[in-house]
């Protein structure tokens, strides 16, 4: 069945950076669109952008441009999301979610959790 | 940016009613909506594309409607397994908003 496993949580501190991972099975990996969305506890889906693991092409929501890089690994079908100066407003589960469009299926979600 | 605006926030219902989610966008997105139910602790889950298709799966006491900038999410005949959060989606253009989410809960 077309699958999307994350990796596992993370703790950071202040200042430092994140990649998390999101690994496709199921599926041609190149032939859909990877999106990354966040949810901070309790509060609602936030769009952080996308990627086109067909040849790398990204967009990214204007607040995170410069902060944010999705990245992906075609021989392993695999997608990454690096999240670079990480502040405590950056806690929160991260998802990865295959589609142009609709998202579906979506990861298991990856808790990042910035603390000193 | 688009936004999305769900109403209500919160809702309580009973197994077996009827009920209806709206969302507005501040400009018309056609019928590029989507409809997702999110449970406690677990990722989103799709229910309802491009503003009224049915996700295969999903049983038929969902449905959505409208165009434009209203529309609308119904479920009817609640099952205990609906009480969730519901969310809408615009992918009319990036970046690709949500609401801010409908609570169900049991009354």
New interface residues.
């Given amino acids: 069945q077309v699958q999307l496993v994350q990796s596992g949580a993370e703790v950071k501190k202040p200042g430092a950076s994140v990649k998390v991972s999101c690994k496709a099975s199921g599926y041609t990996f190149a032939s859909f669109d990877i ?1 990354w969305v966040r949810q901070a506890t309790g509060q ?4 952080m952008g ?1 990627m086109i693991p067909n040849n790398g092409n990204t ?1 990214y ?3 995170f441009q410069g902060r944010v890089t999705m990245t992906r690994s075609t021989s392993i079908s695999t997608a990454y999301m690096e999240l670079s100066s990480l502040t405590s407003e950056d806690t929160a589960v991260y ?1 990865c ?1 295959r589609g ?10 990856t808790l990042v959790t910035v603390s000193s | ?1 688009i936004q999305m605006t769900q109403s209500p926030s919160s809702l309580s219902a009973s197994v077996g009613d009827r009920v209806t989610i709206t969302c507005r966008a501040s400009q018309s997105i056609s019928i ?1 909506l ?1 409809w ?1 139910q999110q449970k406690p602790g677990k ?4 229910l309802i ?2 503003a009224s298709n049915l ?1 295969s799966g999903v049983p038929s006491r969902f449905s959505g409607s409208g165009s434009g900038t209203d529309f609308t999410l119904t479920i009817n005949s609640l099952q205990p397994e609906d009480f969730a959060t519901y ?1 809408c ?1 615009q ?1 009319y253009s ?8 409908t609570k169900l809960e049991i009354k």
């Fill in positions: 999106n609602g889906l936030e769009w996308s967009r929501a204007q607040k998802y979610a142009t469009g609709r998202f579906d299926p979506w990861g298991q979600g | 940016d590029y989507n997702y990722a989103p889950k799709l594309y491009a996700q969310y989606q992918y990036p970046p690709y908003t949500f609401g801010q989410g």
